[in-house]
T-cell receptor
Framework: DADVTQTPRNRITKTGKRIMLECSQT?????MYWYRQDPGLGLRLIYY???????NKGEISDGYSVSRQAQAKFSLSLESAIPNQTALYFC????????????FGEGSRLTVL | TQLLEQSPQFLSIQEGENLTVYCNSS?????LQWYRQEPGEGPVLLVT?????EVKKLKRLTFQFGDARKDSSLHITAAQPGDTGLYLC?????????FGTGTSLTVIP
């Protein structure tokens, strides 16, 4: 089983719908991140959390919200999806004692029609 | 505004050729990482460079961190089809990771 698991892996939805992407990890890491990947733009940070009580906005947080339900769970919500939120979304974790490596899930491909 | 610019954006070469990918910024970073991403998967860390001028080798891959810690390069010798993927540089500053625009490499058998 993957250390960082994302669900769903693929989702097609319509404009205006609420969508939740979920992430769970078994690495025991405190730090969790949500990134968005678009061709030619690399990975851009949406939100990050350094522990259960800590939530921080990244560079492109508008239109998104997050919830850190437990150390192992970090979900990303789109309250009212729009077509330019069509992208590949990645959850990642890192250890609090060593920011040397990000561990990524396999990604969630979201299409908003 | 992209903090890290990678070049080239796309690269298609024949098996056995050499190539270099560049990652540039106007900012100084505490360290810089290179990740490789294969289709349908998340990025996986290849290397972290920390010291200005540092060179690290991973089999046929050579990574260099610029003296001023603002840029880095990845050189692949005798590319193999298994090297195909998206290569991403990432700058580590404070508690954050900032990713480059990516280089998509295709190695043709």
């Amino acid at each position: 089983d993957a250390d960082v698991t994302q669900t769903p892996r693929n989702r097609i939805t319509k404009t205006g719908k609420r969508i939740m992407l979920e992430c769970s990890q078994t690495k025991g890491h405190d730090r969790m991140y949500w990134y968005r990947q678009d061709p030619g733009l690399g990975l851009r940070l949406i939100y990050y959390s350094f522990d259960v009580k800590d939530i921080n906005k990244g560079e492109i947080s508008d239109g998104y919200s997050v919830s850190r339900q437990a150390q192992a769970k970090f979900s990303l919500s789109l309250e009212s999806a729009i077509p330019n939120q069509t992208a590949l979304y990645f959850c990642a974790t890192s250890a609090a004692w060593d920011t040397g490596e990000l561990f990524f899930g396999e990604g969630s491909r979201l299409t908003v029609l | 505004t992209q903090l890290l610019e990678q070049s080239p954006q796309f690269l298609s070469i024949q098996e056995g050729e050499n190539l270099t990918v560049y990652c540039n910024s106007s900012s100084v970073f505490s360290s810089l990482q290179w990740y490789r991403q294969e289709p349908g998967e998340g990025p996986v860390l290849l290397v972290t460079v920390v010291t200005g001028g540092e060179v690290k080798k991973l089999k046929r891959l050579t990574f260099q961190f610029g003296d001023a810690r603002k840029d880095s390069s990845l050189h692949i010798t005798a590319a193999q089809p298994g090297d195909t993927g998206l290569y991403l540089c990432a700058a580590v500053t404070g508690n954050q990771f900032y990713f480059g625009t990516g280089t998509s490499l295709t190695v043709i058998p």
